[in-house]
DNA sequence: ACGTTAACGGCATCGAGTGCCAAAATGGAA
DNA sequence: TTCCATTTTGGCACTCGATGCCGTTAACGT
C-alpha cells in the first residue's frame, strides 16, 4: 500500500547510494493523517517524522517546511497548466482563455475530490497555512501573468498582466472558499460562475 | 521627539498602574530604523527590545509578533474606511463606489508617502511580511465584501461579495507591486487606472 | 573486500512566541 | 507617610520550527 520508497527515481532503476527511507507521497499520507487528528497547529514535525518511522532532521529533506507538506506536487501542476495555456487558440479572447484553463485545470478524478477538500480545508482554513499558502500563488500568478503578457507582447512584470493574474487569483479563491462551504456543488462550476463574473466586470451586480 | 509614554491613554488622563515604558509608534519607529540597516530577517526581536530599551518580554506585549510592526494602525484605518463606506451614496455603482473609496483610502499626505514606501516594501517584498499580510489582508476584504453585501442585500460571505472584494484587494495589491518600481509615479493614479480596468472586466485587452 | 555515492539522523544552535510570576512604578486612600 | 490597588515590566523556562555540521549507514560497482 505504501509508495515505493524508490518513487523518487522512477527514472533512474540503477541507482549508487542509500535508498531513500520513504517518499514524499508517504509523508504527505503520514502527515494528513494527523492533521485530521490532532490538527495542523497541535502536530509537531517530530510526530510525523516519528510516525513515519524517519528522524525529523530527515523530514526536513523531504520538506522545506511544515507548511510544505500540504501542497503535494503543486509545482508539477503549474508545469501541466502552463502547458494548457500554451495549447490555447490564439483568437480566443483572453479572459476566455483564462476561465477555461482554469477551470480545466480543478477537474479531478471524483475520487480524488475528498482528498483534495481535505488538502483545501487546511490551506484556506489554518492560519498558519493561510499565510503561507501567499508564497505559493506567487507562482500560480506568474504562470497567469506569462499567459497574458504573451498574448498582449507585454513584460511579465507590467501591471496588466500582474494586475489580471492578481484578479483572477482573488476569484479562484473566493470560489475555492465557497466550494468548501457547500458539501456537494461541484467546484468547476462555482469557479466557470465566478470567473465569468470578473470578466464581466461584475456588472451584472448593477 | 519621541511620542509620549502615555499616547495610549489619552482618553484617560487619570491612571492607576506604572507607566508604560514606550509607545506602538516609537517601537515602530526604533525598528523601521533598524530593519532599514540589517533587513527584516537579520534583525531579531531582542534587538528592537534592546534598541528600543525594552525586555524581549516586553515587545511582545505591544506586538503580537514581529511581523505585526510593519502594520502600524492598520485596523484604525480599516475603521475609516468603513465609514467612507458608509457615506457613500446609494445610486454610485458598486464597482464605481469601490473605486472611489479604495483610490481615496490610499492617498497620503506627501510628506508620509515615502515612509508609506518603506513600509510597503517591507509587506510586498519580504517572504515573511508577504506570507503574514495575508492575515491582514482578509480584514480589508471583510470590509469591502460587508459594502458589497450590504448593498445588494446579500449575507458577508456569499460568492459575491467575497469574490468581489478578493478580485479587487488583488488589483490593489498588483498596483502597489508596480507603484514600488515607479520611482516617482502616484499610487492614486495607478490604483484607478488597475480598478478601472477591474470594473471593465479586462475587456479592453481583446 | 573496498571504495564511492547518497541518504540518514543525532547534536547543537538560533529565533519566534508563550505562560508564569515576582518586581517595579504609580495614584489614591487611610 | 504609609499602605493598597492597579498596571506594566522583564526575567526565566519552555516549546517548536528550522538549519548547519558531521559521523554513520546502506546501497551499488569493481
Redesign the pocket.
Known amino acids: 500500500m505504501a509508495a515505493e ?1 524508490s518513487d ?2 522512477r527514472d533512474r532503476p ?9 517518499s514524499k507521497h508517504e509523508l504527505e499520507r503520514v502527515a494528513f493523517d494527523l492533521f485530521e487528528r490532532a490538527g495542523f ?7 510525523i ?1 516519528a510516525a513515519a ?16 507538506v500540504v501542497w503535494g506536487s503543486f509545482t508539477e501542476q503549474l508545469d501541466a497548466m502552463r502547458e494548457q495555456f500554451g495549447r490555447c487558440s490564439a483568437d480566443q479572447p483572453i479572459m476566455a482563455a483564462l476561465r477555461e484553463v482554469v477551470v480545466n485545470f480543478n477537474r479531478f478524478d471524483p475520487a480524488e475530490v475528498p482528498w483534495h477538500r481535505r488538502r483545501m480545508e487546511l490551506i484556506l482554513r489554518v492560519p498558519a497555512l493561510q499565510a ?1 499558502s501567499t508564497l505559493r500563488y506567487a507562482e500560480w500568478r506568474t504562470v497567469v501573468a506569462e499567459f497574458v503578457a504573451d498574448r498582449l507582447g507585454l513584460d511579465v512584470d507590467a501591471l496588466i498582466p500582474r494586475t489580471v493574474s492578481h484578479a483572477t487569483l482573488g476569484v479562484c479563491i473566493a470560489a475555492y472558499e465557497h466550494w468548501l462551504t457547500q458539501a456537494d456543488a461541484r467546484l468547476t462550476d462555482i469557479l466557470d460562475d465566478a470567473l465569468a463574473s470578473l470578466a464581466g466586470g461584475f456588472s451584472d451586480l448593477a
Open positions: 520508497p523518487r527515481y540503477v541507482r549508487r547510494g542509500r535508498r531513500p527511507a520513504t497547529e497541535d502536530t509537531t514535525v517530530d510526530d517524522a518511522g524517519i528522524g525529523r532532521r530527515t523530514f526536513f529533506r523531504y520538506f522545506d517546511s511544515k507548511n510544505d503561507h
